[in-house]
């Protein structure tokens, strides 16, 4: 286990259902998460605000910080054109992986928080090296250290899912782009 000096953490959160265990894992751990919600990758504001309620209600149960970015579907656009056909878990993920955890070490530094760590890494359809690698990258450039947890191990992904059904929270069915989404419909 990391040795911590500071006992804050930031917890990139990608919807309520993925940081409920992380966030009973890092308490239990001796820290104190400050949740960000940070998610342009959604395809519409109403899947934001979905999404956002549900995770105002796991940091609301756990009694932690949550702090949300605005909605701004256009800079993950931006961000992954020319990747729309990628198929999923290709490239296009990595750079959606690789805006918002950028996003959450920027946050990071800007809360004075030494460390950042994503829920991310909970679910059985992520890498959990690919993003650690994506992540270590992003905290070398940054000054701000990663927390690499594979979250998912112990059961952490039924753990999760356990926690949102007792809170019954939003449990979306889809990673949350239109590509994704269309992806999983045969579009």
Known sequence: MEQKQNN?????????????????????????????????????????ERRLEAQRT??????????????????YLDYVKGLENEPERGLRCDKCFELRLSKASQKAKELGIELFTTSLVISPHKNFQKISQIAES??????????AQDFKKKDGF??????????????QNYCGCEFGRNKQNGM
Do not use: M, W
């Open 58 to 75: 796991v940091c609301e149960h756990f009694k932690v910080e949550l702090i949300a970015d605005e909605y701004n579907h256009r800079e």
């Open 158 to 171: 039924l753990k999760t899912n356990n926690i949102s059904k007792e809170l019954k929270i939003y449990r």
């Open 138 to 147: 992003i905290a070398k450039e940054s000054g701000v250290r990663y927390f």
């Open 8 to 48: 804050k953490i930031l917890l990139h959160a990608c919807c309520g259902i993925c940081s409920g265990y992380p966030i009973s894992f890092l308490k239990e751990a001796g820290y104190s998460p400050v949740v960000y919600f940070c998610n342009p990758n959604l395809d519409t504001r109403q899947e934001f």
